[in-house]
Nanobody
Framework: VQLQASGGGLVQAGGSLRLSCSTS????????MGWYRQAPGKQRELVAH???????YYADAVKGRCTISRDNAKETVWLQMNSLKSDDTGVYYC???????????????WGQGTQVTVSS
């Protein structure tokens, strides 16, 4: 299973970015896809996640400003981020969780991360 995240960059406060994560190597449609971020000196935290056919989840810090979406045919998940703040600065990682067979423990796979820097 491979994940490739992209779309990060430097943006001014109030701006927008769209992160993309493409995956391969396993059935995408039944997988859990999530975006996490890690700010300097802080632990990695969940930003949003989306299971196919389920409602998305957003962390309180980004609720109303971010939208997670996925395209099973393209095996891609996106994170649209609007009204960015300096607190959104960090490395953003996508995670794919799969259950290799019914009743199995989940397996997590991570992308390499993409840097988001919001200047105030």
């Amino acid at each position: 299973v491979q994940l490739q995240a992209s779309g990060g960059g430097l943006v001014q406060a109030g701006g927008s970015l769209r992160l993309s994560c493409s995956t391969s190597g396993n059935i995408f449609s039944s997988s859990f896809m999530g975006w996490y971020r890690q700010a300097p000196g802080k632990q990695r935290e969940l930003v949003a996640h989306l299971m196919s056919g389920d409602r998305p989840y957003y962390a309180d810090a980004v609720k109303g400003r971010c939208t997670i979406s996925r395209d099973n045919a393209k095996e891609t998940v996106w994170l649209q981020m609007n009204s960015l703040k300096s607190d959104d600065t960090g490395v953003y990682y996508c995670k794919k969780r799969i259950w290799p067979y019914p009743g199995a423990d989940p397996e997590d796979y991570w992308g390499q991360g993409t840097q988001v820097t919001v200047s105030s």
